[in-house]
């Protein structure tokens, strides 16, 4: 079965700085795909950044970039300049063999003025 | 980009009676969609997967009964919560896929179910 861990419960971070957020997975696949989901007070779930496993380019959305580590099964979110709007819920997550997501336990990243 | 409009966002009910949740895909076409269901401050854990035409995937321990799903369109998936209790008031979320994988997966809002 596929897992995705996420080691950090909550992450505390000042504003303009930055935060790394932690992901390891498991998987048997040979192409698969690596998703950063942020979840807001609002409950909304929104896409972060996606990778896919065969691009060895690491993924970078203005400010959120990952470290992709596939020997590793490692795939970090490093979140630059933080802003007090990404106060949120992080969730990290892989696509099964049955092309269902499956996440992590997340990671609460409260942002500070 | 692609929206999936879920609702309702927020419904009371009674003990023992039932509760519809509609997921539709505003933008495209999902022959999968997907429910979760989620405890305050925990991840999302998979109930279903929904097959436009044909009867839904259960993931083990969800009560097949209970959590009615219908795909009868590939813009609209449902599910029913029958006979509610109060151990199922929970957040539940939809999901669709749209295209193949690398498209990724686009969420409702989500439903906040209470029963009293």
């Known amino acids: 079965a596929q897992t995705v861990t996420q080691s950090q419960p909550e992450m505390s971070v000042q504003e303009a700085e930055t935060v790394t957020l932690s992901c390891t997975y498991d998987?048997?696949?040979?192409?698969?795909?690596l998703f950063w989901y942020k979840q807001p007070p609002s409950r909304q779930m929104i896409l972060v950044i996606r990778q896919e496993a065969y691009k060895q380019q690491n993924a970078t959305e203005n400010r959120f970039s990952v470290n992709f580590q596939k020997a590793a099964k490692s795939f970090s979110l490093k979140i630059s300049d933080s802003q007090l709007g990404d106060t949120a819920m992080y969730f990290c997550?892989?696509?099964?063999?049955?092309?269902?997501?499956?996440f992590g336990a997340g990671t609460q990243v409260v942002v500070t003025p | 980009g692609a929206v999936v409009s879920q609702h309702p966002s927020r419904v009371i009910c009674k003990s023992g009676t039932s509760v519809k949740i509609e997921c539709r895909s505003l933008d495209f076409q999902a022959t999968t969609m997907f429910w979760y269901r989620q405890f305050p401050k925990q991840s999302l854990m998979l109930m279903a997967t929904s097959n436009e035409g044909s009867k839904a995937t259960y993931e083990q321990g969800v009560e097949k009964d209970k959590f009615l799903i219908n795909h009868a369109s590939l813009t609209l998936s449902t599910l029913t919560v029958t006979s509610a209790h109060p151990e199922d008031s929970s957040f539940y979320i939809c999901s669709a896929r749209e295209g193949g994988v690398s498209g990724g997966y686009t969420f409702g809002s989500g439903t906040r179910l209470t029963v009293v």
């Open positions: 997550a892989s696509i099964d063999s049955w092309g269902k997501l499956q």
């Open positions: 998987t048997s696949e040979n192409n698969y795909y």
